[in-house]
């Protein structure tokens, strides 16, 4: 009587999974609480939807991106890229930045409907506006220039 052995082998790691992995450990994530979508993986999600060349895309997935938990490292990481990508996708367009707090953002343009100094929300990063709200200009402080060095 022979037995049947079998070896089992544990699935190895996809690229993506290595990568954030790699991240967490850089920011110090504890290993233990792992979140569903870290930060990490949703910035590398975006990047790859802007080598698709699909920027749009790649901004709805900066809109939905939780940072609550994630430390100021990947805040500012989120930040970094979400405005390089904005540059990319609104290159022609007279942008403005309102950042209300560390790891928020909106790309904002002039209204087209209207000429009574409203903005058009066109990208966020973590906040509950979405595209295509409408906001008074005077309402938003710290507004500045989506391009690097162009006048306020």
Not at 103 to 117: H, I, P, Q, S
Not at 132 to 141: E, F, Y
């Amino acid at each position: 009587m022979t037995a049947a052995t079998t070896t089992m082998t544990a699935p190895r790691p996809t690229l993506e999974e290595l990568v954030d992995r790699i991240i967490d450990a850089i920011f110090g994530l504890d290993d233990t609480v792992q979140p569903t979508t870290s930060p990490a993986s949703g910035i590398h999600e975006a990047r790859r939807f802007r080598q698709m060349g699909d920027l749009d895309q790649a901004l709805a997935v900066f809109a939905d991106l939780d940072l609550s938990e994630a430390t100021k490292g990947e805040r500012g990481w989120a930040h970094a890229e979400f405005l390089d990508l904005a540059r990319r996708r609104f290159p022609d367009h007279d942008a403005l930045v309102y950042r209300p707090a560390t790891g928020r953002a909106a790309v904002l343009t002039d209204n087209a409907d209207d000429d009574d100094g409203t903005l058009e929300v066109r990208a966020v990063l973590c906040m509950r506006w979405r595209p295509g709200k409408i906001v008074s200009r005077r309402s938003l402080r710290g507004l500045r220039p989506l391009a690097k060095g162009a006048a306020p």
